[in-house]
């Protein structure tokens, strides 16, 4: 059993004194406990957009074989140049219908929308300035 020894108390100026130091150790801990933990996250971020990337390739070289897959497989039926030609008119007619929905998502993205955020913010300058209508 451990008994109370009234010599281990600290006066309350002393454990004043002593929060600083307390809460600038605490302060540190904390940050490196964060800093640990970013890094630990960070890598892994790293590591998953490196396989993103070699995913990517591999994916971009299947495209091709499919592609001369495809060519072969009408040169079957058809003479080579007509299937070869094909493909690529099927390939370019997809490239512009991409490149259209593409163009169409860029302008709705970038149009203004008047009661969007910059509405908001204007009503939020004019209630700071006084003017125009807003809860008190």
């Given amino acids: 059993m451990t008994g109370f020894n ?25 940050l490196d406990a964060f800093k640990a ?3 630990s996250k960070a890598k ?3 590591l998953g957009a490196g ?10 070289f299947a495209t091709g074989v499919l592609v001369a897959l495809a060519v ?12 070869t030609l094909i ?16 163009v169409n998502r860029v302008k709705a993205a970038t149009a203004p929308d008047p009661g969007g955020v910059h509405a908001s913010i204007r009503h939020d300058v004019d209630a700071f300035k006084g003017v125009g209508e807003y809860e008190k």
Avoid: H, M
């Fill in 6 to 30: 009234p010599k281990s108390r600290q006066s309350l100026f002393t454990l004043i004194g002593e929060l600083p130091g307390q809460i600038s150790d605490l302060v540190k801990a904390e």
């Fill in 51 to 60: 396989l993103f990337i070699v995913a990517g390739v591999f994916a971009f």
């Fill in 37 to 39: 933990e970013f890094a």
């Fill in 87 to 102: 493909v690529a008119v099927v390939l370019l007619l997809l490239a512009a219908v991409l490149v259209l929905i593409g």
């Fill in 72 to 83: 072969i497989l009408l040169a079957l039926v058809l003479p080579l140049w007509l299937a």
């Fill in 44 to 46: 892994n971020i790293g």
